[in-house]
């Protein structure tokens, strides 16, 4: 298979730059299928209005390109190449794999998943096929081959779209076929049936395993299934939806290899490691879709970016979709204020994107998404959607100098999915403690106080961050933690939660007291873990005389060589350390024992100069975000204010605001849900 297939990588740059370079790319999902041919021309007319200049062609059109197996009909999408061509509108050209129409389940039923229970899905939706299916990998591939011969070599595409977002739906299948790629899989990886009985601990509960016949996927189980089982599974099965794009992607290369890849990831995404995926495209991509009621949605959609552009640090990146206002897949959708789209756009482009995309172009007639916003909505142009779409479209085409400028973070926060997966199989001492709960504990503050931070594997190179956040790392690989340790001895300072470095890559705890590789950063012994009965809070007295209150969780630690700063004030843990900071090194390490609440978690972030507020963000006032970028010839300041209120930022006179082309003085003012873009050249 052709997954981490080094080769993949060269002359990425020059494909991606291809794409994007001198202009931020604009549009959506065009779905013309749907619609009648007079309506093609109107679409292209109002996309031209309204600054489009990619458009992401035939995600779900596999059973119009093929109505029969083995007939084909791409007349159809020749025309509309043409017209978006004509008209100098770029095409993303998708390969249509995410939606098998209604023959092959019906032919071959055994393309179906099936669920954990033996439940067989049907057709009538989308996303309804086994990845490990021989059958729909031939039709898939058959398709996608067919798709290149018949129009592959047209001028108007720019980006190949591969399937789209792999595994949403369907994550998992447990049918037969299913079982037999996952021994083969388990064969490759251990080798022997001792190696995997040993790293599933099957000693337990009279579960060895006599012959790789006898292993299946995680099943319905009684009870709590085989933690290592139950990891190797998720392992297993983002390798598979990754073997297949890139089994798509070696024949879109092999026909157009100046053209770069993609494929729509969708964030933060449990099923797929994101990280192992964004090595083999050129241009990564993500779909962004906060719920616009939730108080918290631009501080969640601004972790989304961040991790999305750190995935690969090398790699470009851009929205490929984001909703012009609601979604229809909620229990109650709230709309987009007049302004947000505009904002959240701008959020994502001054942290990084280069490219901002929607689904869809035009609001469906019929179908499970035709109360979805568009970006021409039913009212067609008359729809004040219509008038911030185009509008901003005419707005991203001044903003054609970001490409290349790179966002400067000088914070890591350490991730990885093998560990998000681990941590949250059942059976642990707080099944409700979440990956994103915790990443989320750290980061807000951050970001409330305009810090912008990188999200990095354990095991990157982090020389380039001074500090490291570590939320609950609890699967930390002995590598992993030596990366994190020599960080910290080079001159770094780490700040590491509770639940950290407690088991290896086979989920298989380090004994001692916990931290495994990491144990000895932490400046106490951590002896055993006490998640606090809910709802009940610990108040912690902090060696400066002051106090503040943490919950959730406490390490029973004891201090060996680390200075205390807070530790339980009263109660059966009165005295225990709570927060405890080490020299290690040339560096430092601020161990967190608890769920601090915000007012303790700043008093950890005040001792790190690094962590320290952004000046301008802390006087503008709640709500406004500022993110730099930085080439070599310029640096870009970009703000948003994500609130209903008028906001005044500071700023460094002498730029230039490229929205409305203004010279700046010392001080910009954002209207509600305002943004500005202000360029300093480099000499400057
Ligand atoms: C995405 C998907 C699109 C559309 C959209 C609706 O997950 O890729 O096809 O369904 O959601 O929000």
């Known amino acids: 298979m052709t997954a981490n297939d080094t080769t993949s990588r060269d002359g990425r740059d020059e494909r991606a730059a291809r794409l994007l370079a001198g202009r931020i790319r604009y549009g959506g999902d065009y779905n013309p299928e749907q619609w009648p041919r007079e309506v093609w021309r109107e679409d292209v007319r109002l996309m031209v209005e309204a600054g489009v200049n990619l458009a992401t062609v035939g995600v779900f059109s596999w059973a119009q390109l093929e109505p029969e197996e083995?007939?084909?009909?791409?007349?159809?999408?020749?025309?509309?190449?043409?017209?978006?061509?004509?008209?100098?509108?770029?095409?993303?050209?998708?390969?249509?794999?995410?939606?098998?129409?209604?023959?092959?389940?019906?032919?071959?039923?055994?393309?179906?998943?099936?669920?954990?229970?033996?439940?067989?899905?049907?057709?009538?939706?989308?996303?309804?096929?086994?990845?490990?299916?021989?059958?729909?990998?031939?039709?898939?591939?058959?398709?996608?081959?067919?798709?290149?011969?018949?129009?592959?070599?047209?001028?108007?595409?720019?980006l190949w779209h591969v399937h789209n977002e792999?595994?949403?739906?369907?994550?998992?299948?447990?049918?037969?076929?299913?079982?037999?790629?996952?021994?083969?899989?388990?064969?490759?990886?251990y080798g022997s049936l001792d190696a995997l009985n040993d790293a599933w601990g099957t000693a337990f509960w009279s579960q060895r395993y006599a012959s790789f016949a006898e292993v299946i996927p995680p099943r319905m189980t009684p009870t709590f299934a085989n933690p290592g089982q139950e990891l190797d599974f998720h392992r297993f099965s983002s390798d598979a939806f990754l073997d297949e794009m890139c089994a798509e992607r070696a024949i879109l290369r092999a026909a157009r290899?100046?053209?770069?890849?993609?494929?729509?990831?969708?964030?933060?995404?449990?099923?797929l490691d994101y990280f192992t995926w964004a090595r083999e495209l050129d241009v990564v991509s993500t779909d962004n879709y906060q719920d616009p009621g939730d108080p918290d949605a631009p501080m969640r959609s601004a972790l989304h970016y961040d991790l999305v552009r750190s995935l690969d640090k090398s790699a470009p990146w851009?929205?490929?979709?984001?909703?012009?206002?609601?979604?229809?897949?909620?229990?109650?959708?709230?709309?987009?204020?007049?302004?947000?789209?505009?904002?959240?756009?701008?959020?994502?482009?001054?942290?990084?994107?280069?490219?901002?995309?929607?689904?869809?172009?035009?609001?469906?007639r019929a179908g499970a998404e035709k109360f979805h916003s568009a970006m021409v909505s039913h009212a067609g142009e008359a729809s004040p959607v219509f008038a911030e779409v185009s509008g901003l479209g005419q707005e991203l085409a001044r903003l054609g100098s970001l490409y290349g400028a790179r966002v400067e973070a000088s914070v890591a926060l350490l991730a990885s999915w093998p560990n998000w997966w681990a941590m949250e199989a059942l059976a642990k001492p707080a099944n409700d403690l979440t990956m994103v709960d915790q990443v989320e504990w750290m980061y807000r503050p951050l970001y409330q106080r305009g810090v912008t931070v990188d999200v990095c594997r354990p095991d990157e190179p982090l020389g380039a961050y001074d500090v490291l956040l570590v939320p609950s790392l609890y699967l930390l690989t002995e590598a992993e933690g030596a990366n994190v340790v020599a960080h910290v001895e080079a001159g770094g300072t780490a700040v590491i939660s509770f639940w950290s470095g407690i088991v290896d890559e086979r989920d298989q705890v380090y004994l001692g007291p916990y931290g495994g590789p990491i144990r000895a950063l932490f400046g106490c012994d951590v002896l055993e873990v006490a998640p606090l009965p809910a709802g009940e809070g610990l108040r912690l007295d902090w060696a400066d005389g002051t106090s503040s209150t943490a919950g959730f969780w406490l390490d029973v630690a004891r201090a060996t060589d680390g200075q205390v700063l807070a530790s339980v004030a009263d109660g059966p843990w009165a005295g225990r350390p709570a927060v405890v900071e080490s020299r290690r090194g040339a560096g430092r390490v601020v161990y967190v024992a608890t769920r601090l609440d915000d007012a303790g978690l700043a008093r950890v972030y005040d001792r790190v100069p690094a962590l320290a507020p952004e000046p301008g963000v802390t006087a503008a006032g709640p709500g406004v975000e500022r993110v730099v970028r930085r080439s070599?010839?310029?640096?870009?300041?970009?703000?948003?204010?994500?609130?209903?209120?008028?906001?005044?930022?500071?700023?460094?006179?002498?730029?230039?605001?490229?929205?409305?082309?203004?010279a700046t003085g010392d001080s910009l003012v954002l209207g509600p849900r305002g943004v500005a873009v202000v360029r300093r050249d480099a000499s400057r």
């Open 70 to 158: 083995g007939r084909y009909d791409f007349d159809w999408l020749k025309e509309v190449l043409d017209l978006l061509g004509e008209a100098g509108i770029g095409v993303d050209l998708s390969t249509p794999t995410a939606s098998p129409p209604p023959w092959l389940a019906t032919r071959y039923p055994e393309t179906l998943p099936v669920d954990a229970q033996g439940n067989r899905y049907h057709h009538g939706s989308r996303q309804h096929f086994c990845v490990h299916s021989p059958v729909y990998l031939r039709a898939a591939l058959r398709i996608v081959e067919k798709l290149v011969e018949e129009v592959g070599g047209h001028e108007a595409i720019e």
């Open 166 to 189: 792999y595994a949403c739906h369907v994550p998992y299948c447990y049918c037969d076929e299913t079982a037999r790629a996952f021994r083969s899989w388990l064969e490759k990886r």
């Open 257 to 271: 290899p100046d053209l770069a890849v993609t494929t729509n990831f969708m964030g933060a995404f449990k099923p």
């Open 318 to 364: 851009i929205v490929m979709e984001q909703s012009s206002s609601r979604v229809n897949w909620r229990a109650h959708n709230a709309a987009k204020l007049p302004g947000a789209m505009r904002a959240y756009s701008y959020q994502a482009v001054a942290r990084g994107a280069d490219g901002v995309l929607f689904f869809q172009w035009r609001a469906s």
């Open 632 to 662: 070599a010839s310029a640096s870009f300041e970009i703000l948003v204010n994500h609130s209903g209120e008028q906001r005044t930022v500071p700023v460094a006179p002498g730029g230039l605001e490229l929205t409305t082309d203004r």
